[in-house]
């Protein structure tokens, strides 16, 4: 019992000090499980336990809980039985943007996004260094 008062007494004493300097935290409620997506593999944490907290106008983000590692190609494949190939995501907002920041047309606007893999940034980039 010893321990248990001593670990909340410490926590307590710990949220004092993190909300003196200005850090503000929570705990997520309800969170299923929590995926970090790198290159090539994927975290999987399920049942995962997550501290939100922010601090000088950032969002940190603590997880706690068993990671499982799933590759992106395998599971994709073994899920549809086909080679996967990235979903490209970008709005007609996303395009009209591009146009008009590269002053071209949104057909080529569109393709360069294509090429960039929907990065904004990378096809206004392409399209002004032509």
Known sequence: MVKV???????????????????DFQQLED??????????KELVIPQAQ???????G?????????SE??????STELEEGVPS?????????DVQLVASQANVSEEEAREAL????????KAIIVLTEK
């Not at 997550?50 to 000088?56: I, K, P, S």
């Not at 190939?85 to 907002?93: I, K, M, Q, R, W």
Request: proline letters at 1%; glycine letters at 4%; charged letters at 30%.
């Open 5 to 23: 008062k001593k670990v909340k007494s410490k926590k307590r004493s710990m949220e004092r000090q993190m909300r003196r300097m200005g850090v």
């Open 31 to 40: 969170v299923t499980e929590v995926i970090i997506r790198l290159s090539d």
């Open 50 to 56: 997550v501290l939100m907290m922010q601090a000088q």
């Open 58 to 66: 950032d969002d940190i983000y603590q997880i706690m809980g068993q």
């Open 69 to 74: 590692e799933r590759s992106l190609t395998a």
């Open 85 to 93: 190939t990235p979903v490209l995501s970008f709005t007609d907002e």
């Open 114 to 121: 294509r090429t960039a893999e929907g990065n904004l940034a």
